[in-house]
Nanobody, 124 residues
Framework: HVQLQASGGGSVQTGTSLRLSCAAS????????MGWFRQAPGKDREFVAA????????YYADSVKGRFTISRDNAKNMVYLQMGSLKPEDTAVYYC?????????????????WGQGTLVTVSS
């Protein structure tokens, strides 16, 4: 069983940057694709970014492409989401998740393990 702990959220101003981190409980995580999702108040959880197990593929929602970067360090069991040029519409609880397989996916159903979420609030 993989446990995920997301951190790094906070309250920031429009246009600034923030880096989210996700720590996995064990090394097996290095065989799994990883993803970041977010859920704004009153909205469904949505895909943000994903990365393959060996970082040879990354995937982004159109709304964050060019502003966010997902990366991972398998030696440290960590996944990161570097967020730049933040907008108020980026305000949400951000979740990291471990995929069922080695490839990152845009689909929530492809993820088996979920972290508890970290809140990002962007004010104008």
């Amino acid at each position: 069983h993989v446990q995920l702990q997301a951190s790094g959220g906070g309250s920031v101003q429009t246009g600034t940057s923030l880096r989210l981190s996700c720590a996995a409980s064990r090394r097996m995580f290095s065989n799994n694709g990883m993803g970041w999702f977010r859920q704004a108040p009153g909205k469904d959880r949505e895909f943000v970014a994903a990365i393959n197990w060996n970082s040879d593929g990354t995937y982004y929602a159109d709304s964050v492409k060019g502003r966010f970067t997902i990366s991972r360090d398998n030696a440290k069991n960590m996944v990161y989401l570097q967020m730049g040029s933040l907008k108020p519409e980026d305000t949400a609880v951000y979740y990291c998740a471990a995929a069922r397989g080695a490839i990152g996916s845009r689909s929530l159903s492809m993820y088996k393990y979920w972290g508890q979420g970290t809140l990002v609030t962007v004010s104008s």
